[in-house]
């Protein structure tokens, strides 16, 4: 009887434990979500695009990350989280996407610049 009575409570604190693990998930997206494919290409327009205004000798992460920041379509408060790291991801990204190495031709690219800066941060990395 012991046994049953113990088994019955153990399985109704499992019970409890889940429900509450349950209860502070996220349910529904959060209204600051930057990881969103929305927010991804917002970011990713305002990378080529802020790209795209830079001067060659100057076209490195710091400048691009600046750019963008100051950039009068960049929702701070939406993408309070963005930083160079995120930067850097997101640029990684892109040279994983159009398969971009320090000997790929540069105009088979969608965006010219983006080699330039592959080829800047291998340089700098060595």
Known sequence: ?????????FILALGLSFWKL????PNKP??????????????THLLYKNMSVIEV???DNKSLYESIISDNNFDKKH?????ENRLHQLLEQQYLKYN????SDEFSN???RIHQ???????HQK
């Open 1 to 9: 009887m012991i046994e049953i009575s113990m088994m019955l409570a």
């Open 117 to 123: 800066l592959k080829s800047l941060s291998l340089h």
């Open 110 to 112: 969608p965006h010219p």
């Open 100 to 103: 971009i190495t320090d000997t």
């Open 57 to 59: 000798p100057l076209l």
């Open 79 to 83: 993408f309070w989280r963005f930083n």
């Open 22 to 25: 349950y209860m502070f998930m």
């Open 30 to 43: 959060l209204a600051d979500d930057d990881t969103t494919k929305e927010s991804i290409e917002e970011l």
